[in-house]
């Protein structure tokens, strides 16, 4: 074969491979952004619909030499992606780079991230903290993220506490009376509140509500734990989109906290994403924000024990 006809062939495979590792239109990728600067890929955005790839935390992982070598599936469509944005509290979007892919406790597991160039302006935690800290999220290519707002916890609303009463009822009915019988409950207390705007007179809030049961003789009994969604409209009172309860001892073992990463419009969908946490485990959650609900489309476990 000449020399001519073999560069064409070269050019053409090129050409071909090009192609075909373009991603479709509208795709993108999510990832935590953990404070050592480890991105973990959660979800992609295909161009139609979410999906999870990377691989999930294992006891035993086998981790690629460099980024090209890891396989191209756990990227999905998207295909090996070396630079990423984060979006980090209040700060602009920066530009971050993947040195290579590497492994970290997660929980009792083994997961396999994205070491980067990030460097947090935060102290490190202790190298066993778990759930380990997260800064922000992590995308790639560039798309714009609405920042989720921190709402000091102040009174509860009295949406939130009707919602909250009916969830516990239902709870407790779940569960076998307790001996001796619950006491007296204190009032409702919200500790977490959880904004965005999502239109020129709206605006969505996530409330994390508890209540303690105690008697004077044995202290705590028993926490009841409520967590929703609720929308204002204009001048309008706050409109439930869900909400739910659980219960636990007084030691908390269980119950699921937020940690607001960022909200994302796709057309006129909204999607809020964040990790949700407990002692011993985490996970990374997409939920969209509907005109009468809030949806899970996507969980991604992060590792437990």
Known sequence: ???????????????????????????????VLRRDGFIIPFATFDGRKWRHDWPEPKRDVEVPVTLDSVPARWFGPLGRRPTWFAWVRQDPPREIHVRQPDWFDAHCLHQ???????????????????????????????????????????DLPEA?????????DKALEQRPPLDPPIGAGSTPRVEAIYAIDTGPASRVYYFEVVR?????????????AGAGWFVREGASPLRSLGFEAALAGCDRYGLRYMLPLGAI??????????????????????????????????RT???GC
């Open 212 to 224: 303690e049961y105690k008697r004077p003789a044995l202290g705590c009994q028993l926490l009841v």
């Open 160 to 168: 939130v506490a009707a919602a909250f009463d009916t969830a516990e």
């Open 1 to 31: 074969m000449c020399a001519r006809a073999i560069a064409a062939l070269v050019t053409a495979a090129a050409l071909l491979s090009a192609f075909a590792a373009e991603p479709p239109a509208g795709a993108f990728g999510l990832g």
């Open 265 to 298: 419009r796709i057309g006129a969908r909204l999607f809020w994403t964040a990790q949700w946490s407990g002692w011993d485990y985490e996970d990374y959650t997409i939920v969209e924000i509907k005109a009468k609900a809030a949806q899970e489309v996507l």
């Open 301 to 303: 476990w992060g590792g």
């Open 112 to 154: 396999i991230g994205l070491r980067t160039d990030y460097r947090s302006s935060l102290p490190p935690p202790r190298p066993d903290a778990q759930p380990y800290p997260k800064d922000g999220l992590a995308v790639t290519p560039s798309i714009q993220i609405q920042r989720i707002d921190i709402v000091g916890p102040g």
